[in-house]
């Protein structure tokens, strides 16, 4: 789900976290904020950080089609990943 499918374009990080955290979905974002939020709210259903340049999205694609393959639900658990 995209934050403009979900509605909450302009919302703030930590209200975006929350909200990812209720509905059961690990965050993808490539916003360094989301580096701090993993350390400052550990509890959350996952961080996946993109480190890739918008001129490689044929890589982020394979590397969360990856992440989707081999963690699970709970192995993501309030875990910061970095793709």
Do not use: W
């Not at 403009?4 to 059961?24: I, S, Y």
């Not at 709210?41 to 996952?46: L, T």
């Not at 044929?58 to 192995?75: D, F, M, P, Q, Y």
């Amino acid at each position: 789900m995209t934050t403009q499918a979900a509605e909450r374009c302009g919302t703030g990080d930590l209200e975006q976290l929350r909200f990812a955290t209720k509905q059961g979905r690990v965050i993808c974002s490539r916003d360094k904020d989301f580096l701090v939020l993993a350390r400052t709210h550990p509890v959350h259903c996952g961080i996946a950080f993109i480190r890739f340049k918008s001129s490689e999205i044929g890589a982020l694609v394979k590397a969360l089609r990856n992440l989707h393959r081999n963690e699970t639900a709970e192995s993501m658990k309030n875990r910061l990943v970095y793709l």
